[in-house]
């Protein structure tokens, strides 16, 4: 207890302003997302009371058995005309769960009510979805507070970095949307730049370092978008699937060479500046330290990383199909059919991005020595 | 000839040209890892199997080729791996409440009705699939992290053999501090150029705010890439603690030994 009152004694006036408002944002939010029914145009019914009335059994044409329930819930409405009254739903779901769920006491639904049902009888209607807004504030703020705990400063530039880039992401698309003349890669072009710039900044600082990194990074993406191209245009897109990309209303070529882009964006980033704050690192130790000698160090640990990056991105794109890989198989579909349905996109990305973590390696290590010896040179 | 495997020579040969022996083992290591997920997949069809369980197996199988296999087997790689297992248990014990309660699973009402031919009825359990989807996605930032954290540790152990275990998990977390940014940035520009499609489809269809964040897929994506962020966070001081300790406790069986 000694030792927390005097950490708090020794907080500055900056940190105690910084603390109480993260704190003010926290509890602010928490309230917000359990009371802003009213804000919702659909009506929302919490669930107060279940009922399971049926188990089936069944096999479906593949031999897979499931079981089939239906509840009977009893829901109170939270906003709207209706306030306060009671709804009465049916829900019908299975125990695999692949597009509806069990609901338990406690969720919240958005719903529509049924306009037949007679004065004083009791209201009922259908489920439309699930309020899931909680949730994702809930897993934000964990994220928010660990990334606080454990980087501290670099912590908060980095969430800072973050919402930024957001921000600009759905800015960019917003500016693609409404003016669909504009080329989407050139407005993406656009935002890497901003993100590059942004991201790096915040987090190294402004100096040689950074403008060394954000240099390779703008050179490392462009030139593996360019290869991503040129094989592109060179097989004219053989082996791609892209109906796999069903929810689109755009040109999927072009959105996927945008999501190529700016999917490795960050690996070639993190690839730069640890590059970059290596052969700084130890041109600050050793002045007189031999070009040549920076080369071989800086190959040493482009090797080191080279691997690991390239697995951050394999697994970041391939986990996510991951259900649907599933779904094809339970329904007896053939595996090669099923993995050049789902993944070839996933692997061209994870491959492209690879592609930019390797070339970055050597674009990074002669950019920095291109500064170090400009420093050299001034001093 | 075919995109894909254009995209994998030229890898391929950048690797070689760059990183030589080890370029070539990276490169593999990416088919083996390729190998254990689809493995896992193929698991996960039987119905019986507990897909969290298979989870933990799998993610154990990759941070051994990941570490033992691109670099070798060592005190920096074997701490790296432990701590690689218990970040990830922690991640699953967590993911699976969180799973169960958001109602996250299987697949959203945008990708169902283009799934007409399919019998979405097929015994296995979509929540923990769910959970395990999430999981794998951070694997590969979760070893990196971890193995970045305890090599540099051991030089520093290296060069002032006497440090205290509070020293070195404070440099260890000094470490982590610096790799936490770059780390998380990879993670959200993957995923969002993973996502690119979904979020210009919400932007098409004008949903409003509230429509996109209850929506099924977006706040499961919105969780993939806050977990993920979350597990590179937690992995470093778990890192950090477990290399200091045994660092430390080598040392002091040494000096006994020596005694």
């Known amino acids: ?379 | 000839m075919n995109v894909l495997v254009w995209l994998a020579a030229i890898l391929l040969i950048l690797m070689l040209l760059i990183g030589g022996k080890k370029g070539a083992r990276s490169f593999i290591s990416l088919f083996l890892n390729f190998g254990v997920l689809l493995l896992t997949v193929l698991f996960m069809t039987d119905p019986n199997a507990n897909p969290i369980i298979l989870t933990l197996i799998a993610c154990a199988v990759i941070s051994c080729i990941n570490l033992f296999y691109i670099n070798e087997v060592n005190s920096k790689t074997i701490t790296a791996f432990i701590s690689t297992i218990i970040t990830i248990g922690i991640l699953l014990f967590f993911i699976n409440i969180v799973a169960k309660n958001a109602l996250i699973q299987g697949f959203g009402e945008e990708e169902v009705e283009e799934l007409g031919v399919f019998s979405l009825y097929i015994g296995v359990d979509f929540a923990k699939i769910g959970a395990s989807m999430i999981i794998m996605g951070t694997i590969g930032a979760i070893t990196d992290v971890a193995i970045s954290i305890t090599s540099p540790m051991r030089e520093i152990f290296n060069h002032n053999p006497l440090i205290s275990r509070k020293d070195l998990f404070t440099s260890g977390l000094s470490i982590g501090k610096d790799i936490l940014g770059t780390t998380t940035n990879t993670l959200f520009f993957a995923f969002c150029g993973g996502y690119l499609a979904l979020l210009i489809w919400f932007k098409d269809l004008s949903y409003s705010v509230g429509e996109i964040v209850n929506s099924k897929l977006f706040s499961a994506e919105m969780i993939s890439i806050l977990y993920a962020g979350i597990g590179v966070a937690l992995v470093i001081p778990i890192a950090s603690w477990i290399n200091a300790y045994f660092l430390v406790k080598t040392r002091e069986k040494n000096k006994i030994s020596n005694n």
């Open chain 1, 1 to 379: 207890m000694n030792i927390l009152i005097t950490k708090f004694k020794e907080l500055s006036y900056k940190q105690m302003v910084l603390f109480t408002l993260i704190a003010v944002c926290f509890v602010a939010s928490v309230i917000f997302v359990h009371h802003n029914y009213s804000f919702y145009e659909l009506p929302i019914a919490k669930v107060i009371k279940t009922n399971l009335e049926d188990t089936t059994e069944m096999i479906d044409m593949h031999n897979n058995k499931d079981h089939l329930f239906t509840q009977q819930i009893t829901a109170e409405i939270k906003n709207g005309e209706n306030k306060g009254k009671i709804l009465h739903l049916t829900n019908q779901y299975s125990s695999s769960g692949a597009y509806d769920q069990e609901y338990r006491v406690g969720n919240e639904l958005f719903v529509s009510i049924d306009t037949n049902s007679k004065e004083n009888t009791e209201l009922t209607g259908s489920i439309k979805d699930v309020k899931r807004d909680k949730f994702v504030l809930y897993i934000a703020w964990v994220f928010i507070f660990i990334l606080l705990i454990v980087g501290k400063k670099q912590g908060l530039f980095s969430i800072i970095s973050l919402a930024v880039n957001a921000v600009l992401l759905s800015y960019a698309l917003d500016i693609y949307l409404h003016d669909p003349e504009t080329s989407l890669l050139l407005i993406c072009s656009i935002s890497v730049i901003l993100f590059t710039v942004i991201s790096l900044l915040l987090v190294n600082g402004f100096n040689d370092k950074t403008y060394a990194a954000i240099i390779a990074t703008l050179l490392g993406t462009f030139v593996s978008l360019f290869i991503a191209y040129l094989v592109m245009w060179v097989t004219s897109g053989k082996g791609l699937r892209y109906e796999e990309m069903q929810y689109l209303t755009r040109p999927y070529r072009t959105v996927f060479m945008a999501g190529v882009f700016i999917g490795s964006l960050g690996a070639v980033m993190d690839i730069a500046i640890t590059m970059s704050s290596s052969i700084f690192g130890l041109y600050e130790k050793n002045h007189n330290i031999s070009v040549k000698a920076l080369k071989t160090s800086g190959i040493d640990i482009g090797k080191d990383i080279m691997g690991p990056m390239t697995n951050i991105l394999f697994f970041a794109y391939i986990s996510g199909s991951i259900p649907m890989l599933i779904l094809y198989l339970k329904n007896a579909s053939p595996l090669g059919f099923t993995l050049s349905m789902n993944l070839s996109l996933e692997l061209a990305r994870a491959l492209a991005g690879g592609i930019g973590i390797v070339l970055t390696i050597p674009i990074g290590l002669y950019t920095s020595i291109y500064f170090v010896n400009r420093k050299r040179a001034r001093s």
